[in-house]
């Protein structure tokens, strides 16, 4: 199994990012996929997800509004659009297979992570 995430870089603050995150190696709508972050010395937290069998999405309240994420089952990929950036979104960003059912931000739900990628958001 592989989740591989691409898109992360340098914006200034009101910018915008997409993040992409490329998932093989299991059926790919038997499992969610959310997007985790975390800074230096936090805790991972989960800002999105999404159902990749009914496209049900989910939003942490710190994104809300600013995110959107969405799935193209047929290429394995998943986005989430960032929009309005804020520097407290600066974070390595994760994407993460997990259950259909599993808790919103609770990481002992995750069966997969991919590597990461840096989104610094200057102000």
């Known amino acids: 199994v592989q989740l591989v995430e691409s898109g992360g870089g340098l914006v200034q603050a009101g910018g915008s990012l997409r993040l992409s995150c490329t998932a093989s190696?299991?059926?790919?709508?038997?499992?969610?996929i959310g997007w985790f972050r975390q800074t230096p010395g936090g805790e991972r937290e989960e800002v999105s997800r999404?159902?990749?069998?009914?496209?049900?999405?989910r939003y942490a309240k710190s994104v809300a509004g600013r995110f959107t994420i969405s799935s193209d089952n047929a290429k394995g990929t998943v986005y989430l659009q960032m929009n309005s950036l804020k520097p407290e979104d600066t974070a390595v960003y994760y994407c993460?297979?997990?259950?259909?059912?599993?808790?919103?931000?609770?990481?002992?739900?995750?069966?997969?992570w991919g590597q990461g990628t840096q989104v610094t958001v200057s102000s």
């Open positions: 993460a297979a997990m259950g259909l059912t599993a808790s919103f931000s609770d990481p002992n739900g995750v069966f997969w």
């Open positions: 190696g299991y059926t790919f709508d038997d499992y969610a």
């Open positions: 999404i159902s990749t069998s009914d496209m049900r999405t």
